[in-house]
């Protein structure tokens, strides 16, 4: 149990009140997602600025700390259900975090807030996530090729997880199944459209679900495993294929039913794509992107520059490497561009990074892969899978290049 964050009268009582305090910012971390290895960073970080020597180990559900004090050590340990990310509360956390980490801000007073921070309700509520889900799936379809129609059926796909998110927050037994349900709900709904809007059925409702697909903790994943951190990244590596399975297992239903109720698909159609439509479309993203992540209104421009720095190095790196490997300069552009934002802006690299790493995450591969096994089509499966664990490799080796050559130099 955590010591009590009153205020400290001795020497023993401020080190217990620094404990609480970090182990407390450790738990917030958590329930926003953080990586393992920028957790366990920023908080050896923050102890050292303390004045205490603390080693932490991460898992996604969990961090042990321990803290050398007399005569022996202290040992803690926090709990935490693995969060979404909130970009508004990173940054807030950051903010916190510097002031009692310069002194300006007792521990004890820091913890108060920190539970402010989680008690304050988001600052989107859930209809302009749902609005924002939608969008999300109209731009990117657009930016994929789609024409207007079947743009439309992608953001109803959008809107149709948005709704059932609803019930997932209130109801933890429908929680457990909102991916197979938005999935399969989502199937029926653009097999039923193709009529009116033919030729993209995978590819709508792909972008439908774009919100749902674990691209990014798949990224994660890598990434904790390359810095070693291999209880945290096997875990989350784990929980994305499981996710990935639910998805894939909700499309076959929902794919079959459809076909049934509404007769087979026909061939992918597509329409290229100009430059100030993809702009506009990048744009809009970049909007449900600070909603759905509820980041401040104010980081909506930087989140446009990454994500349109995102797209523009995929596409040099695909140029000059292949396919396979674009992403890792679009990674490293991104990651680069978040270290310099968080150095000269005083804020968290993640509030631009992780918007500008959602457009490269591959998701919808590891979907196609798991799809194909399902269908018992295990060469294209293998193939898909392959592709997918390329890209998200490159993904991370972007972001660990990045982080080198440009260290953010930040707590968090």
């Known amino acids: 149990m955590l010591p009590s964050p009153d205020i400290p009268d001795d020497p023993d009582e401020a080190a217990a009140a620094a404990h609480s305090f970090v182990m407390e910012l450790g738990r917030a971390l958590l329930r926003i997602g953080t990586p393992a290895h920028r957790l366990e960073e920023a908080l050896t970080l923050l102890s050292r600025r303390l004045g205490l020597e603390a080693e932490f180990f991460s898992i996604p559900t969990g961090l042990f700390a321990s803290f050398a004090s007399r005569p022996f050590p202290r040992t803690y340990l926090v709990r935490s259900e ?41 600052r989107y509520g859930l209809l302009a996530v749902t609005a924002a889900s939608a969008l999300l799936s109209i731009s990117l379809a657009t930016v994929f090729g789609c024409n207007w129609r079947q743009a439309s059926v992608a953001g109803l796909v959008g809107l149709i ?27 029926v709904a653009a097999a039923a459209a193709t009529p009116w809007a033919p030729g993209a059925y995978y590819l709508t409702m792909v972008t439908g679900l774009i919100v749902l697909l674990p691209g990014l903790t798949l990224t994660v994943a890598l990434t904790e495993l390359s810095t070693f951190h291999l209880v945290a990244g096997t875990a989350r590596l784990i929980g994305a294929l ?5 998805l894939a297992f909700g499309v076959a239903v929902g794919s079959r039913l459809g076909a049934f109720l509404f007769g087979e698909q026909g061939p992918a159609s597509l329409d290229p794509v100009s430059a ?19 980041a401040r209104p104010r980081d ?106 440009v260290p953010p130099r930040k707590i968090l």
């Open 82 to 122: 693995p969060g979404e990310v909130d970009l508004e509360k990173l940054a807030r956390l950051d903010e916190l975090t510097e002031l009692v980490a310069r002194g300006v801000l007792p521990a004890p007073e820091g913890i108060r807030r920190i539970r402010d921070v989680f008690e304050a309700p988001h």
């Open 161 to 187: 997880v948005g709704v059932l998110r609803v019930p997932a927050r209130r109801s933890p037994s429908f929680r457990r199944i909102f991916d197979v349900a938005a999935a399969a709900l989502g199937s």
């Open 242 to 246: 499981v996710v990935f399975f639910k």
């Open 276 to 294: 100030w439509k993809r702009m506009a479309a990048l744009a809009c993203a970049a909007l449900a992107f600070t909603v759905i992540y509820q």
């Open 300 to 405: 909506t421009g930087w989140i446009l520059v990454a994500s349109i720095a995102a797209l523009a190095g995929s596409n040099v790196g695909a140029w000059l490497l292949g396919a396979e490997l674009g992403p890792l300069a679009g990674a490293f552009v991104v990651t680069a561009g978040g270290n310099l934002y968080a150095r000269l802006l005083d804020r968290p690299a993640r509030v631009v990074i992780v918007p500008g790493l959602l457009l490269l995450v591959p998701g919808a591969l590891g979907f196609q892969s798991v799809s194909f096994l399902l269908e018992r089509d295990a060469i294209a499966g293998d193939s898909s899978a392959f592709g997918m664990v390329l890209a998200a490799t490159a993904l991370a080796a972007g972001v660990l290049f990045a982080t080198l050559c």
